[in-house]
């Protein structure tokens, strides 16, 4: 199903982004560019970059076994620039947690309704595909896409039955039908979407997964040296991704939340451990499953708690005697907000030299503090997997029964 890795995903992902000519001018891509890395070589087949919406696609044709095949195509989207009014009003207009927040449904819905939207550009990408290049649908092998692209290339991956992989994806579930949905989540290892539990962005599928949600090991973005970056979007970048040998992307146990809860109690567990009568392979095995329970109670807990913390941190930062003011710069940005939706004039981000009105450095500070404790933990969480499949190794059947359960690098 995916001829690529994930490591060559998160390329092309990075990748798209310079589709945009008006950030990258003389360094943006093209249609016909061949784009060499070390691991990966591709031709651009088809990229559009859009002046109404500020969208950019591309869809390539990588060199697999030494040469090019046009039945070998895969597509991505870029995510949100910063600096790009249009991406922001798209943000706040179709993503349902800034929907939700800022009441901005009934503009994104409109917006939607009138072919004016990112997602309506999509459509119309698939169509140039098809119609005017002559693409089959089944020449299409996958969508990849960072953030906001990732929600568009859940959309078209949801309406043409493609597989897709993401990371940090933003929420297109304001997008899909309830049909849509369903069919994602019936073929969960075609939707597979790669997270960090502490980025705000995209630990909504932290409770509604769509398809295959994993969290993944996160890494210190190079951005991170910025206390703004740090504080809100550190761990959301592509950067704050880790890649193994082989391509995979370096992620912690994943457990079977719906099987586990059909297991004994670890109370139950611990006191068959106490008699005597529990002994050979079934003591092993339930030495195991105590041991993957308590490895699920630290990475739940710990998500939610650390996470709980980090927003705290994040609204309510109170070590810095300031917190009128940063309410202040909050309701700024949500009156301004609504002043771009409302009258529809985007104002020029790239040239401000405003600095920002609070410092943020000892609660950025602070909130790297709490995602490396958080790691941390997280990673002896995976040793105590590691610890239960080495307990088993040597029985077929009880290893078998352990890869039900959880999944682990």
Same mark, same amino acid.
């Given at each position: 199903m995916?001829?690529?890795?994930?490591?060559?995903?998160?390329?092309?992902?990075?990748?798209?982004?310079?589709?945009?000519?008006?950030?990258?001018?003389?360094?943006?891509?093209?249609?016909?560019?061949t784009v060499n890395h070390t691991n990966l070589q591709y031709k651009i087949v088809y990229a559009l970059d859009d002046s109404l919406t500020g969208f950019q696609g591309m869809a390539i044709m990588p060199k697999l076994s030494n040469d090019f095949d046009s039945h070998q195509i895969y597509i991505s989207f870029a995510?949100?620039?910063?600096?790009?009014p249009r991406d922001l009003y798209t943000d706040a207009t179709q993503i349902r947690q800034a929907r939700e927040k800022l009441n901005t449904a009934g503009s994104g819905d409109q917006d939607y309704a009138q072919s004016k939207s990112q997602f309506n550009v999509v459509d119309r990408f698939w169509t140039h595909l098809i119609k005017k290049i002559g693409l089959k649908s089944t020449d299409i092998k996958g969508i990849t896409a960072h953030s906001l692209g990732g929600a568009l290339a859940l959309y078209l991956g949801a309406r043409h039955h493609l597989p897709v992989i993401t990371f940090s994806s933003a929420d297109p579930r304001d997008r899909l039908t309830i049909s849509q949905i369903e069919y994602i989540n019936k073929h969960p290892d075609q939707y597979i979407n790669y997270y960090h539990s502490q980025d705000w962005i995209a630990n909504w599928q932290s409770a509604q997964p769509l398809g295959r949600s994993i969290i993944a090991q996160e890494y210190s973005s190079i951005k991170s040296d910025d206390p703004t970056v740090n504080l809100l979007l550190n761990g959301h970048y592509l950067d704050s991704y880790d890649f193994t040998s082989t391509g995979q992307t370096a992620f912690f146990a994943q457990f079977n939340t719906e099987a586990l809860k059909q297991l004994p109690t670890q109370e139950a567990i611990l006191t068959a451990l106490k008699s005597k009568q529990v002994q050979g392979q079934q003591r092993q095995y339930l030495i195991a499953i105590?041991?993957?329970?308590?490895?699920?109670?630290?990475?739940?807990?710990i998500t939610r708690d650390m996470n709980d913390l980090?927003?705290?941190?994040?609204?309510?930062?109170?070590?810095?005697?300031?917190r009128a003011q940063q309410i202040s710069v909050l309701l700024s940005f949500k009156n301004n907000l609504h002043q771009l939706?409302?009258?529809?004039?985007?104002?020029? +981000?790239?040239?401000?030299?405003? /600095?920002?009105?609070? &410092?943020?450095?000892?609660?950025?500070? @602070?909130?790297? !503090? *709490?995602?490396?404790?958080?790691?941390?933990?997280?990673?002896?969480?995976?040793? +105590?997997?590691?610890?239960?499949? /080495?307990?088993?190794? &040597?029985?077929?059947?009880?290893?078998? @029964?352990?890869? !039900? *359960?959880?999944?682990?690098?």
């Open positions: 995916h001829n690529l890795t994930d490591y060559q995903y998160a390329l092309i992902c990075t990748d798209v982004y310079y589709l945009d000519q008006k950030e990258y001018k003389d360094h943006s891509l093209h249609k016909g560019q995510g949100t620039n910063p600096n790009d105590s041991l993957l329970l308590t490895a699920y109670k630290m990475q739940t807990d980090i927003r705290l941190i994040r609204l309510a930062p109170k070590r810095l005697n300031d939706i409302s009258s529809g004039q985007f104002p020029d +981000l790239t040239n401000t030299n405003a /600095q920002p009105m609070v &410092n943020l450095d000892q609660t950025a500070a @602070l909130s790297q !503090e *709490l995602r490396q404790e958080m790691n941390i933990v997280l990673s002896f969480a995976d040793e +105590l997997v590691h610890q239960a499949h /080495q307990i088993v190794k &040597n029985n077929p059947e009880l290893v078998k @029964l352990l890869k !039900e *359960l959880v999944i682990y690098e």
